[in-house]
């Protein structure tokens, strides 16, 4: 009997030693990531040391320089004002992809007709390389902030739409069945069941888009 | 950063990258904080 309530209290104690570790791991119950900034560590020795090591700045920056150009531009208000225009023009440019790109995804995720009448003039657009539309953009918008954000809009419309098409084609069957079962109409299925289903396809699509965005543009 | 490419001042084009990529991956957490508020009904 004694030795079994040894063994208990042992377990129990064990358990509570193995709880105080994973807080400690976790520091306080919320996840940091250590990994990342450890990474970012290593990789900004390999650079100090190979960029002294190679000796020509112009091939290879070093390091210091590089962190001291960063922080000049950072305080620099120049770059800050030509850093905000630039996020205004990816954040409009993502905003008109979106617009265009949601609603026709929708429709074409939900109607198998209407995707399979859209789906080649689609894919066949957006194979023709950004490049291509500037030309086109400048006599369509003339100079100034129009063709930066018609290519903006340009290379995140697909993918809005082909994430928005996925979202909607993962939704599982059986949310169907069951509101079509509880008597929901066509519009009670989008708005209910459809809307909320390919919410994370959508928001994907929304994400790389505001990324290619932001690439396309610097 | 146009200016500094013209130049070749390589130290400077780097800077901009990395203040791109910052950027960039600043936005990409506000998406992914976006997404965890409004896809909270989701099971992980």
């Known amino acids: 009997m004694d030795e079994n309530n040894n063994q208990q209290v042992n377990r129990m104690r064990a358990a509570t030693n193995s709880g105080d570790r994973n807080r400690w791991r976790k520091m306080g119950g919320k996840n940091r990531n250590f990994a990342a900034l450890v990474a970012l560590l290593i990789i900004c020795l390999i650079w100090?040391?190979?960029a002294h090591y190679v000796d020509k700045p112009f091939l290879f920056p070093y390091l210091e320089d590089v962190l001291k150009e960063v922080g000049y531009s950072l305080t620099d208000m120049y770059v800050l004002r030509n850093l905000g225009i630039t996020m205004r023009r990816v954040l409009t440019g993502s905003l008109y992809a979106f617009i265009i790109g949601f609603p026709?995804?929708?429709?074409?995720?939900y109607s198998p007709q209407i995707l399979r009448a859209?789906?080649?003039?689609?894919?066949?657009l957006r194979q023709v390389p950004i490049m291509a539309w500037v030309p086109l953009a400048i006599v369509w918008f003339g100079i100034g902030?129009?063709?930066?954000i018609f290519l903006?809009?340009?290379?995140?419309l697909f993918t809005i739409i082909l994430n928005t098409i996925s979202g909607v084609q993962d939704?599982?069957?059986?949310?169907?069945?069951?509101?079509r079962s509880m008597?929901?109409?066509?519009?009670?299925?989008?708005?209910?069941v459809v809307l909320p289903g390919s919410l994370p396809g959508v928001m994907t699509g929304v994400r790389l888009a505001i990324g290619l965005g932001w690439m396309s543009v610097i | 950063m146009v200016e500094a490419q013209s130049k070749m001042l390589t130290?400077?084009?780097?800077?901009y990258m990395v203040i791109a990529g910052i950027i960039g991956f600043l936005i990409d957490i506000v998406m992914v904080q976006a997404e965890k508020i409004l896809l909270r009904w989701r099971a992980q």
Not at chain 1, 152 to 156: E, N, P, R
Not at chain 1, 171 to 179: E, R, T
Not at chain 1, 185 to 192: A, G, H, P, R
């Open chain 1, 171 to 179: 939704i599982n069957k059986d949310f169907y069945h069951a509101a």
């Open chain 2, 11 to 15: 130290d400077k084009v780097i800077a």
């Open chain 1, 118 to 124: 859209i789906s080649p003039f689609m894919n066949s």
């Open chain 1, 152 to 156: 903006i809009a340009f290379s995140g």
């Open chain 1, 145 to 148: 902030d129009g063709p930066t």
């Open chain 1, 183 to 192: 008597g929901a109409n066509t519009f009670s299925v989008i708005k209910d």
């Open chain 1, 104 to 109: 026709l995804g929708m429709i074409m995720g």
């Open chain 1, 48 to 50: 100090f040391i190979t």
